[in-house]
């Protein structure tokens, strides 16, 4: 986690990195939600994505980051990850 997606976690929710990770939260649950649900049924009651939930997630994302300013927010955000990565081999060298 601390090499993958927990340095995203630092700048961005667990939704937006939904959102950024695929053309949008729409297209991600399209993407991964059987696998999501798998994963979750090995702890017990599984929740569902779907109705007016998922459809209000989507809208909530989808005006937060519209999809025409995905790309843009993907460099901010990868721009962040970059000095986030060069921060921590810079302590690692410091601290041997």
Known sequence: MSAGLGLRYAFLGSLEVMHLNAEGMQSYMERYTQSIEHVLGNFGPTPTF????????????????????????RQWRDTRLAALAKLKRDLEREGK
Not at 52 to 73: N, T, W, Y
């Open 50 to 73: 779907t109705g007016s939930g998922l459809e209000q997630i989507i809208k909530e994302m989808d005006a937060k980051i519209p999809l025409d300013k995905l790309e843009e927010r």
